[in-house]
C-alpha cells in the first residue's frame, strides 16, 4: 500500500494502532506518520516503529491520504477546525471517536468520513473493529478501510444506528470480561482462602484457554458449556447461578453504558 497515512494523536488507542497496522501488515511504517500536541510522546512511537513524525496536525493533514483522528472526543472538533481547509474532498477521514457522529464530521469537511470504533484486542490482531461510512465514500475507500482495519480485527460494518449498543458488545467488552474475571478470582480468594496472586493468575489462565477453544471454528459458548456443565454435576451447579443472577448484570451493563453515550451527545 502505497498511501499515506497520518495519524493524530498518540495516546494508547493511537499508539496500538500504529503498532498493529504495521505487525499484521496493513502498512509499512514509512507509509505511517504521526503528530501529536505533546511531541514527547510521538516521538517516543516513532523512535519505536521507525514512523515519520509531522510538527504539527496541519503538516500531517496536508501530506496524508488518509487521516485518523485518534484524540479524545472532545478534542475532535477542535482538531478538525485546526485542519479544515486541509481536508479536501481527495482526503479520507476516519474518526474512531465513540459519540460524533458522521453528520457533525461531516458538517466541518468535504472529505469522504468513515469512523470506526476499534478494540484494544488488535493490539494482538484479534477482536472486531466496527466501522460505519458515510454516503460520500465510495467503494474504493471501502475496500480501503476495510483492508486496513481487516489486518488488525474482524472489521464489522454496521449502521450508525447501532453503534452504541455494538461499542458495548465489542470494545468495552475487554475491560468488561477482564473485571469478570477479577470478580471471580476475588471471590475464590474470599471464599476460599485461596491466595489473591494465586486466584488471579489461575482465573486469568483458564479465561485464556476457554477463548482458544472459542476460537475453534463452529464452537459456541453453550457448546463449551454443555462439555463442562454435565447434568446434575457440580459444574452445572454454577451455570445455573449465572443463568439466574447474570444476566440482570449484563443487562444493567446495556442500560449504563447507553446513559452514558448520551451524557456525551447531550
Known amino acids: 500500500m502505497d498511501t499515506q497515512i497520518g ?3 498518540t495516546g494508547s488507542m493511537g499508539c496500538m494502532l500504529i503498532r498493529s497496522f504495521i505487525r499484521g501488515g496493513a502498512a509499512v511504517p514509512h507509509h505511517i506518520s504521526a503528530s ?3 511531541p514527547e510522546a510521538r516521538d517516543a512511537i516513532a523512535r519505536e516503529t521507525g514512523i515519520g513524525i509531522a510538527d504539527t496536525n496541519r503538516t500531517l493533514a496536508r501530506d496524508a491520504d488518509i487521516i ?8 475532535v472538533v477542535p482538531v478538525m477546525e485546526e485542519i479544515k481547509d486541509l481536508l479536501t474532498d481527495d482526503k479520507l477521514l476516519i474518526s ?3 459519540d460524533v457522529a458522521l453528520s457533525e464530521l461531516e458538517a466541518l469537511t468535504p472529505a469522504r468520513v468513515v469512523r470506526v470504533i476499534p478494540s484494544v484486542t488488535s493490539e494482538h490482531l484479534k477482536g472486531v473493529s466496527l466501522m460505519v461510512f458515510s454516503g460520500r465514500t465510495t467503494p474504493a475507500d471501502r475496500e480501503l478501510a476495510l483492508s486496513l482495519f481487516g489486518a488488525i480485527a474482524t472489521p ?3 449502521a450508525e444506528q447501532n453503534i452504541e449498543a455494538y461499542t458495548t458488545l465489542t470494545s468495552c467488552a475487554p475491560a468488561f470480561f477482564a473485571a469478570m474475571v477479577h470478580e471471580f478470582a476475588q471471590s475464590a480468594t474470599r471464599m476460599t482462602g485461596i491466595p489473591a496472586a494465586e ?8 479465561f485464556i484457554g476457554t477463548a ?15 462439555r463442562v456443565a454435565t447434568p446434575g454435576g457440580i459444574t452445572e451447579e454454577g451455570v445455573n447461578v449465572l443463568a439466574h443472577d447474570f444476566p440482570a448484570v449484563c ?11 448520551a451524557q456525551f451527545r447531550d
Open 156 to 158: 464489522v460494518v454496521i
Open 212 to 226: 482458544a477453544l472459542l476460537e475453534t471454528p463452529g464452537t459456541t459458548s453453550p457448546d463449551i458449556i454443555r
Open 7 to 9: 495519524i493524530i494523536g
Open 68 to 75: 485518523i483522528l485518534c484524540v479524545r472526543q472532545p478534542d
Open 36 to 38: 501529536n500536541r505533546t
Open 96 to 98: 474512531i471517536a465513540s
Open 199 to 206: 486466584a488471579e493468575r489461575l482465573a486469568c489462565e483458564t
Open 251 to 261: 443487562d444493567e451493563i446495556f442500560r449504563a453504558t447507553a446513559r452514558k453515550h
